[in-house]
C-alpha cells in the first residue's frame, strides 16, 4: 500500500510561484501512476494532474494547464507539482493521490491512495 508525504505548501501572493513534493513510502512507487488532487473551501475534490509511469504522459484539468507541471523522481520515490501564476481561485489543501489498479482517472472516485494534503493560501 501506498503512503504519502506532502510538503511544499503555505502562502504566496497571486501571480506567484510553488513547489510541492509529495514522497511515497510502503510499495512500488514506480510502478504506480501518481496524481494531485486538491479541495477548495465549500468545494468538491477535484484531480488536478496525473503523470504515468515513466514520466513521459501527463494530464491536467483545464483550470491548471499552462500554469501547473507535474513530474516524479522515481528514484527518490517522489512526485512534484509546479504551480506558476498562481491565482486566488488556486487556494486549497492538495493532496498526492494514486490508483490501486495503476490508472489515471478523471475522477477523484478512483483513487485509493491518498496523502494528508498540504494547505496552499494564494493571497495578497
Known amino acids: 500500500q501506498l503512503k504519502f508525504v506532502e510538503s511544499g505548501g503555505g502562502l504566496v501572493q497571486p501571480g506567484g510561484s510553488m513547489r510541492l513534493s509529495c514522497e511515497a513510502s510502503?510499495?512500488?512507487?514506480?510502478?504506480?501512476?501518481i496524481g494531485w488532487a486538491r479541495q477548495a473551501p465549500g468545494k468538491e475534490r477535484e484531480v488536478v494532474s496525473c503523470?504515468?509511469?515513466?514520466?513521459?504522459?501527463?494530464v491536467y484539468a483545464d483550470s491548471v494547464k499552462g500554469r501547473f507541471t507535474i513530474e516524479r523522481n522515481n528514484a527518490k520515490n517522489t512526485a512534484y507539482l509546479q504551480m506558476n501564476n498562481l491565482k486566488p481561485e488556486d487556494t486549497a489543501v492538495y493532496s498526492c493521490?494514486?490508483?490501486?489498479?495503476?490508472?489515471?482517472?478523471?475522477?477523484?472516485?478512483?483513487?485509493?491512495?491518498w496523502g494528508q494534503g498540504i494547505q496552499v493560501t494564494v493571497s495578497s
Open positions: 493521490i494514486a490508483d490501486r489498479l495503476r490508472f489515471c482517472h478523471p475522477d477523484v472516485v478512483d483513487y485509493d491512495y
Open positions: 510502503g510499495a512500488a512507487f514506480h510502478s504506480y501512476p
Open positions: 503523470i504515468s509511469i515513466n514520466g513521459v504522459d501527463t
